[in-house]
Structure formats: structure tokens, C-alpha cells
């Protein structure tokens, strides 16, 4: 099945920094690779997606990258803010329909220092 | 859009006790849903996916008589923990896909058992 590995465990930035979360992932049939942000005690968010047809994706401050070569795949968070500070997961899935449950990275704690 | 609800999000109960966790996309209709189980400060593991109309597929290691698994209609899927004991308690969460195959959270149930 597929493993998903993801570093950093927890990740320290000042605010108005970037910050990088990056994952592997084994299985190369997988193609729908989400990221997902969760507050302590709460639901995790979808933040932004990308599919395997495509190497980068942006939304505002937000961006993701694919290296399905190398089975890579990252989160870029430009201007970092105090609400930025959260869990952040990255995942795959087998199919690009979605129909596929997720297998999750570890989580990156991610602190905003003010 | 895509919002999903989960009742209840908080249980209690005695060891040997039955719980049922109802999962409901509220806003659009899901013939996939997904069950997830989160321990405290770790990654959400999958364990079924519900499709409507069929029966659940487990992923391995989760017992399918332990977990019983409904997805009755194409909002609402039920997840009922049998004879609960005290290291099932754990955060549940369900997911349902939505339109271009993205998962969206439901906030979690905490289940302790006692």
C-alpha cells in the first residue's frame, strides 16, 4: 500500500517568512495529492490540491508543487501570518477521481512566531 | 459548499457499549464516504471506505464486525462501534467526496471509553 513520509515534524518561522513542508510518497499509481490544515480539535481543511498531470499549483499565499518522477511533493506558504500556526497534513491517493481513501503524512506543526 | 456534519461530537460511554456516529453531507450528495480514526498528536488513519448502496470496504487490520459500517442513502453514512472498549477511544472523523473527488471533514466525534 502506499506510505506517505513528511518533514518537517514541526516547523518554526517568523511571521512574514516562507515556509516549506515537504512528502514522499511510495506508490507510483498514486496521482491526487491534497494538503490539509487542522486547528487543535477541529476538522481538518482542505488548503489546495494538486493532480498528477500537473507540477505546480497557486492560491494567493499558497502553493504546491509535484515531482512525480522523484514522487515528491510540497507546500509553500509565502508572508506567513499568527493564523497560518496549525497541523498541517499532505496525503495521496490512488485516484484522481478521489474515489480512493487518503493515506496521510505525519503532520507538520507549523509556529508562527510573531 | 461541500459541507459535512457529524453527530454526535462527543461521547462518553461504558465499556461493552455500543456507539453510533452519524456522518451527513449536508449540502450535496456523497456515494463515497470515508471513516478515519485519529489518535491524539497523530495523523488520521483510514478505516473503510462506505460506498452507497454496497458494503463497506476495511482497510486492513479493522475489523469489520468491531466497526459496522451503513451508508443507507447518498447523504448520510453511520458508523457504529461495537462493545466499545477502552482503547477504542479515539477521535472519529468521516470525510465525504465531493465534486472533482475532493474530500471534505466532518468536525469529529471524541469517543471515551471508560
Known amino acids: 500500500g502506499e506510505n506517505v513520509e513528511q518533514h518537517p515534524s514541526t516547523l518554526s518561522v517568523q511571521e512574514g517568512d516562507s515556509a516549506v513542508i515537504k512528502c514522499t510518497y511510495s506508490d507510483s499509481a498514486s496521482n491526487y495529492f491534497p494538503w490539509y490544515k487542522q486547528e487543535l480539535g477541529k476538522r481538518p481543511q482542505l488548503i489546495i490540491d494538486?493532480?498528477?498531470?500537473?507540477g505546480e499549483k497557486k492560491d494567493q499565499r499558497i502553493a504546491v508543487t509535484l515531482n512525480k518522477t522523484a514522487k515528491h511533493f510540497s507546500l509553500h506558504i509565502t508572508e506567513t501570518q499568527p493564523e497560518d500556526s496549525a497541523v498541517y497534513f499532505c496525503?495521496?491517493?490512488?485516484?484522481?477521481?478521489?474515489?480512493?481513501?487518503?493515506?496521510f503524512g505525519k503532520g507538520t506543526h507549523l509556529i508562527i512566531q510573531p | 459548499g461541500a459541507v459535512v456534519s457529524q453527530h454526535p461530537s462527543r461521547v462518553i460511554c461504558k465499556s461493552g457499549t455500543s456507539v453510533k456516529i452519524e456522518c451527513r453531507s449536508l449540502?450535496?450528495?456523497?456515494?463515497?464516504m470515508f471513516w478515519y480514526r485519529q489518535f491524539p498528536k497523530q495523523s488520521l488513519m483510514l478505516m473503510a471506505t462506505s460506498n452507497e448502496g454496497s458494503k463497506a470496504t476495511y482497510e486492513q487490520g479493522v475489523e469489520k464486525d468491531k466497526f459496522l459500517i451503513n451508508h443507507a442513502s447518498l447523504t448520510l453514512s453511520t458508523l457504529t462501534v461495537t462493545s466499545a472498549h477502552p482503547e477504542d477511544s479515539s477521535f472519529y472523523i468521516c470525510?465525504?467526496?465531493?465534486?472533482?473527488?475532493?474530500?471534505?471533514f466532518g468536525p469529529g466525534t471524541r469517543l471515551t471509553v471508560l
Open positions: 496525503a495521496a491517493s490512488g485516484s484522481g477521481g478521489g474515489a480512493d481513501g487518503l493515506t
Open positions: 449540502d450535496f450528495q456523497a456515494t463515497t
Open positions: 494538486i493532480r498528477s498531470n500537473v
Open positions: 470525510s465525504a467526496r465531493a465534486l472533482a473527488g475532493r474530500q471534505f
